[in-house]
C-alpha cells in the first residue's frame, strides 16, 4: 500500500516531505515563484499547445491558487482579484 500524498507546489504525488523533486532547487528549498511560474506554464503549454499567452498565465496562476505552498503568493492573490469576486 502506498502513503503518497501531493506536493504542496504542483501536486505531484510524492511520498515524503512538502515538495516533489521538480518543484526544488539542488538545496532541497522551494524554487523562487517566477521560476516554478515559468516550469508550471510549460507544461500547461505542452498540454493545450494552441493557447495563448495570456490563457497559460490565467490558467497556471488560478491551479497555483489551489497549492498551499503558493495560495498566499501576491502574484497568485492579485490575480484572484477581490475578495468575494
Given at each position: 500500500?502506498?502513503?503518497?500524498?501531493?506536493?504542496?507546489?504542483c501536486s505531484?504525488?510524492?511520498?515524503?516531505?512538502?515538495?516533489?523533486?521538480y518543484?526544488?532547487?539542488?538545496?532541497?528549498?522551494?524554487?523562487?515563484?517566477d521560476?516554478?511560474?515559468?516550469?508550471?506554464?510549460?507544461?500547461?503549454q505542452r498540454?493545450?499547445?494552441t493557447?495563448?499567452?495570456?490563457?497559460?498565465e490565467?490558467?497556471?496562476?488560478?491551479?497555483?491558487?489551489?497549492?498551499?505552498?503558493?495560495?498566499?503568493?501576491?502574484?497568485?492573490?492579485?490575480?484572484?482579484?477581490?475578495?468575494?469576486?
Open positions: 500500500m502506498s502513503d503518497k500524498h501531493p506536493c504542496e507546489s505531484m504525488p510524492i511520498e515524503t516531505g512538502p515538495y516533489c523533486q518543484c526544488v532547487g539542488a538545496d532541497g528549498k522551494l524554487q523562487p515563484f521560476e516554478r511560474f515559468e516550469r508550471m506554464i510549460a507544461w500547461q498540454k493545450e499547445p493557447a495563448t499567452r495570456a490563457e497559460l490565467r490558467a497556471t496562476l488560478a491551479f497555483m491558487a489551489t497549492m498551499p505552498a503558493w495560495k498566499d503568493h501576491p502574484r497568485v492573490r492579485a490575480a484572484a482579484g477581490p475578495a468575494g469576486s
